[in-house]
Nanobody
Framework: VQLQASGGGLAQAGDSLRLSCSAS????????MAWFRQAPGKERDFVAS????????SYADSVKGRFTISRDNVRNTLYLQMNRLKPEDTAVYYC?????????????????WGQGTQVTVSS
């Protein structure tokens, strides 16, 4: 599975951005998916995850209430709606497909990764 993330760019604090992640083919019928992000000089951190049918989502405390993860299994696309952006949201954002139904926070739980899309938020 190849993943292509898009939608990043420059934003001001308080703005919104929507990231998309297109998969080259349909994943198996129970794969969880997630977004991670990596700021300069820092580790790649969990942002949000979603189960196959979208009924279960999970968020990092730092984005809870501001970001919304969703997916469209017909279009093989994962989304991240980011509202009320803050400068500390600046990072490269990566999408990932879980190993089986995994939707936890560990990077090791994800088998496929996109190339990342840069999000830069100015104050």
């Amino acid at each position: 599975v190849q993943l292509q993330a898009s939608g990043g760019g420059l934003a001001q604090a308080g703005d919104s951005l929507r990231l998309s992640c297109s998969a080259s083919k349909r994943t198996s019928s129970n794969n969880g998916m997630a977004w991670f992000r990596q700021a300069p000089g820092k580790e790649r951190d969990f942002v949000a995850s979603i189960s196959w049918r979208g009924g279960s989502t999970s968020y990092a405390d730092s984005v809870k209430g501001r970001f919304t993860i969703s997916r469209d299994n017909v279009r093989n696309t994962l989304y991240l709606q980011m509202n009320r952006l803050k400068p500390e949201d600046t990072a490269v954002y990566y999408c990932a497909v879980g190993r089986g139904a995994y939707t936890g926070t560990a990077r090791e739980g994800y088998a496929y990764w996109g190339q990342g899309t840069q999000v830069t938020v100015s104050s």
